[in-house]
């Protein structure tokens, strides 16, 4: 008879005694100007003290910005102790492309990948060159196949990747129903985890993930919240994605006397959303920053989420601290 094993445990007492904390992570993009890049880095900085697991850094429309898309992934992870999670999207590009691009970003230590398709452009300048990818799914597919040729390497830390997700349903798609046999296509090529578009209502994300659990998904869907202080934000939002903001929260936010009312009103809307959707099983929140932290802080404030503590990190150790290391 073989020796009794933990996973022999009745299970439910395993999982209540091990309760996973609620993950945390912030969406950067990067720097416009280069006047920009101070106030991007003060709000890292601010970020970093909360000890998320990873922020995500964003990827223009076909890679219009990727060197300073990579510039901010090597000095997030040579300067602070985030973990980056890279955005990557595959439209308009050949497998070939997309996999040297993949290459590079392993071997400068990204080690989380958020597979995009991206958006079609709208004035029709779109290039498809024979071999291009047609949707995540594929990209999904070749970062595997990237990560397969490099598996020495990556012994001590697999790419772990991301996808898409939508409370309401894509612009492109048929149905809501279309989307999540989407997530589970997804799924199947290898993805670990998605993140949500945008959304206004709780029962949203609820029904959404009502939905991937009866179509088979089983990987994480976690929320992705973004702090409504702006209604030119908003605006631009529902432009870009089709997703509407709730009417009530565009009055209330345009009858705010000034930014600090405003934000009070976003601040306060946010945090309930959050705090909805946590109740309904949310297994974590990525904040949307727009690269501003006060906001997004604010809203962590008031959540007081179960978080676990880490060791420093090497960015809060002071210089003094780092020579008193020195063996010699
Ligand atoms: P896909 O999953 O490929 O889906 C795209 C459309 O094709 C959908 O309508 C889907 O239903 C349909 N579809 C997919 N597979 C199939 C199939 N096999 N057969 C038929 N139809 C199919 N954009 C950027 O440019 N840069 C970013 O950094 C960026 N970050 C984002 C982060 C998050 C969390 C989210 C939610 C979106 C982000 N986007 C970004 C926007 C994203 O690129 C767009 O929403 C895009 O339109 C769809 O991308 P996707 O990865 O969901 O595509």
């Known amino acids: 008879m073989s020796p009794p094993s933990i996973l022999t445990d009745p299970l439910e007492r395993v999982s209540a005694d091990h309760q996973a904390p609620v993950a945390l992570s912030y969406e950067l993009f990067p720097p416009r100007t280069p006047s920009a890049v101070d106030g991007l880095w003060a709000t890292i900085r601010e970020l970093e003290s909360t000890n998320p697991d990873y922020v995500s850094v964003t990827y223009g429309a076909s890679g219009s910005n990727r060197d300073t898309a990579v510039e901010l992934l090597h000095r997030l992870l040579s300067e602070t102790s985030l973990r980056p999670l890279a955005h990557l999207t595959c439209i308009g590009n050949t497998a070939n492309e997309l996999a040297a691009i993949i290459a590079e970003l392993l071997d400068a230590g990204v080690r989380g990948i958020l597979a995009l398709r991206g958006d079609h452009r709208t004035d029709g300048s779109e290039e498809h060159p024979p071999g291009a990818l047609n949707y995540a799914q594929d990209l999904v597919e070749l970062i595997r196949r990237v990560e397969q040729r490099r598996s020495a390497m990556l012994a001590a830390g697999k790419v772990a990747i991301g996808v898409a997700a939508y409370p309401t349903r894509h612009p492109e798609s048929p149905s809501e129903q279309h989307d999540v046999e989407v997530l589970l296509a997804k799924q199947r090529s290898g993805a670990d ?3 949500t578009q945008v959304f206004f209502h709780p029962e949203q994300y609820a029904d959404l993930l009502s939905r991937a659990k009866r179509a088979g998904v089983s990987i994480p869907i976690i929320p992705g919240v973004m702090p409504f202080t702006s209604v030119k934000r908003l605006e631009r939002l529902a432009q870009l994605t089709g997703v509407q903001p709730a009417p009530e929260l565009l009055t209330a936010l345009s009858h705010a006397q000034d930014d600090g009312e405003r934000r009070r009103v976003g601040v306060r809307a946010t945090t309930e959303l959050a705090k909805a959707v946590l109740q309904v099983g949310a297994p974590g929140l990525h904040l949307y920053t727009f690269n501003q932290h006060q906001a997004a802080l604010e809203v962590l404030d008031r959540l007081d989420l179960p978080r676990p503590t880490r060791p ?15 063996p010699s």
């Open 193 to 195: 985890f998605a993140i």
């Open 312 to 326: 420093a990190g090497r960015s809060s150790q002071q210089p003094s601290q780092l020579l008193s290391k020195d």
